[in-house]
């Protein structure tokens, strides 16, 4: 399993292109598969980034979760499935294309920040990025109330 870790800010083309970051492309072991799938979060206004192998892991377990005789579970695996991209940075530059429609749904523009979490990576737009941190109490109410658990 690969995690990814850290920051890492770049400035995106009139074409959707965008240098992926050294540091989260050097996460990877050698020799393994460059492609990920790109999708809009659910619940942030960021896109989700996850390796090939942990998209099947994580789509996998949604859809272990899901009875496919009942519509909303059907309504909801088709949302799911909708705009994602599979992307593989170029060798030569190390860029990816993003697609038009994924960047449009999170409001990039120009400057997008690559953040590690883990097992996936969030991308932001900059600005959208600074302005999703928690202040420092709202951080330690919602780490009290999952040490109740």
């Known amino acids: 399993m690969v995690t990814f870790i ?22 990877l072991p050698a020799g393994s598969d460059m492609r990920f799938v790109i ?8 896109l989700d980034m996850y ?9 996998g377990k949604v859809k272990d979760s899901l009875d496919f005789f009942n519509s909303d579970h059907v309504e909801f695996w088709r949302q799911y499935m909708r ?3 599979v992307v ?3 060798a030569r530059l190390g860029r990816i294309s993003i697609s038009r429609n994924l960047l449009d749904a999170i409001g990039i523009d120009k400057e997008v920040v690559f953040f590690g979490v883990d097992f996936k ?14 202040s420092n109490k709202d951080f330690i109410a919602i780490a009290r ?5």
């Not at 999708?39 to 960021?46: A, L, M, R, T």
């Not at 990576?121 to 928690?134: C, G, P, R």
């Not at 109330?145 to 658990?149: A, D, G, I, P, V």
């Open 83 to 85: 705009d994602r991209d």
């Open 39 to 46: 999708k809009k979060s659910i619940y942030s206004d960021c």
């Open 6 to 27: 850290g920051e890492h800010t770049s400035k995106i083309d009139d074409k959707g292109r965008v240098v992926f970051p050294a540091p989260l492309k050097n996460a």
């Open 145 to 149: 109330s999952l040490s109740r658990k």
């Open 88 to 90: 593989e940075p170029d």
């Open 121 to 134: 990576i969030e991308i932001w737009a900059k600005e959208k990025f600074e302005a999703s941190k928690l």
């Open 51 to 59: 390796t090939f192998e942990e998209w099947e892991a994580q789509s």
